[in-house]
């Protein structure tokens, strides 16, 4: 149970019960990150943005890698939620069962290329509270392996983003 009271669909503002709605249509149901994170409309909608910008839209980066790292990043924070949410969206973009569970196993465990292992490993460090030792040799390396700025900067957005949505899903107790 939430350490706080999670407000239901009709306590939510307008605004957000229009985000609201489709969900609740096809799912039957509110996420508790959802209802935590419509208590404050500014909060809600500042974190719709970066989910639509960093994960669901197009990027540099396939869906396959952005996904690795929220499930990655999510089991780095114990955030046993945002792990069963990933896991079921990673499935739902096309990322086999096979290559979740590598991916839960850690890096070393994931059938990929040397480069997207290095890339992977990148953002559980930049993930840390000692993320201020990250050199420019650690980002020249990437870069040395065909990454570009662009790459590198979403997907350190997406792990900030994750230890941002851990963070909430964490201290507030969701999921649990």
């Known amino acids: 149970m939430a350490h706080i009271k999670l ?10 019960q229009d985000k ?4 609740l249509e096809k799912t039957g ?3 508790e990150i959802f209802k935590l994170l419509a208590i404050d409309e500014k909060v809600y909608f500042a974190t719709d943005v ?6 669901l839209d197009e990027t540099s980066l396939s869906y396959d890698i952005k ?10 924070n114990g955030c046993k939620m945002c792990v069963d949410v990933h896991k079921g969206i990673a499935k739902m973009l096309g990322l086999s069962d096979e290559r979740i569970e590598e991916v839960l196993q850690g890096v070393d465990a994931i059938h990929t ?4 292992k290095a890339l992977l490993n990148f953002c559980i460090k930049a993930s840390k509270k000692d993320n201020y030792k ?13 990454y ?11 792990t900030g983003y994750f230890n941002y949505i851990n963070t909430l899903s964490n201290v507030f107790a969701l999921g649990l």
């Open 67 to 76: 996904e690795s790292i929220a499930l990655l990043i999510s089991v780095e």
């Open 20 to 23: 609201a709605r489709p969900i």
């Open 134 to 146: 990250v050199l420019k040799e650690d980002i020249d390396a990437l870069k040395d392996m065909g």
């Open 113 to 116: 290329s040397d480069e997207e």
């Open 50 to 55: 970066m989910i639509q910008k960093y994960l």
């Open 7 to 16: 407000p239901e669909f009709e306590d939510m503002s307008p605004a957000i």
């Open 29 to 31: 149901k509110l996420g």
């Open 148 to 158: 570009s700025d662009t790459q590198i900067i979403e997907a350190v957005a997406i």
